[in-house]
T-cell receptor, first 111, second 114 residues
Framework: DVKVTQSSRYLVKRTGEKVFLECVQD?????MFWYRQDPGLGLRLIYF???????EKGDIPEGYSVSREKKERFSLILESASTNQTSMYLC??????????FGSGTQLSVL | GNSVTQMEGPVTLSEEAFLTINCTYT??????LFWYVQYPGEGLQLLLK?????DKGSNKGFEATYRKETTSFHLEKGSVQVSDSAVYFC?????????????FGKGTSLLVTP
């Protein structure tokens, strides 16, 4: 089975800190995604990447950046964390048949 | 742009009741349509999909038919179980110049009581 691993299950950071969320997949998938999940808003796409060093903005990229230096790793960066970025962050990779495989999520709290 | 609208929850049903969760979409081109499920404390997982008009996706007793004429992909199950309690997300794929991305609805929470 495909495994998508997110480095932290829970994270607490302070306002203004730079935050790195890491995601690794083990199936050599080209497409990887970062979503945030908020009550009443569902999943919203932040960024996605279709190849190493390639990235594309999703619906809510403001305040975020990403890095894809290796095919298996897709990192989400909060340059200066703010309280409105408190959320559940979900990483996913896509197989050839459009099936998304999700990680367990990182619950980020920004104080 | 592409978007998905789901009926709002929560939906509460008794065991063995019939389930329908409505989903309609707006899209350019011919997207694939999906239902994902998130059980309590777990990540999302694919429940079923359909790739073209009139296709029916099915899995674990759930079904959904891709209706192009009504731009809908409603999820149905004839007899729900307590173990079906979860959040259900409708989604569609969209192709940009660069690749695929999935757009999700807001999710519908289902609670099945014994």
């Amino acid at each position: 089975d495909v495994k998508v691993t997110q480095s932290s299950r829970y994270l607490v950071k302070r306002t203004g800190e730079k935050v790195f969320l890491e995601c690794v997949q083990d199936m050599d998938h080209e497409n990887m995604f970062w979503y945030r999940q908020d009550p009443g808003l569902g999943l919203r796409l932040i960024y996605f990447s279709y190849d190493v060093k390639m990235k594309e903005k999703g619906d809510i990229p403001e305040g975020y950046s990403v890095s894809r230096e290796k095919k298996e790793r897709f990192s989400l960066i909060l340059e200066s964390a703010s309280t409105n970025q408190t959320s559940m962050y979900l990483c996913a990779s896509m197989g050839f048949n459009e099936k998304l495989f999700f990680g367990s999520g990182t619950q980020l709290s920004v104080l | 742009g592409n978007s998905v609208t789901q009926m709002e929850g929560p939906v509460t049903l008794s065991e063995e009741a019939f389930l329908t969760i409505n989903c309609t979409y707006t899209a350019t081109g011919y997207p694939s349509l999906f239902w994902y499920v998130q059980y309590p404390g777990e990540g999302l997982q694919l429940l079923l999909k359909a790739t073209k008009a009139d296709d029916k996706g099915s899995n674990k007793g759930f079904e959904a038919t891709y209706r192009k004429e009504t731009t809908s992909f409603h999820l149905e199950k004839g007899s729900v179980q307590v173990s079906d309690s979860a959040v259900y997300f409708c989604a569609l794929s969209g192709r940009s110049n660069s690749g695929y991305a999935l757009n999700f609805g807001k999710g519908t929470s289902l609670l099945v009581t014994p």
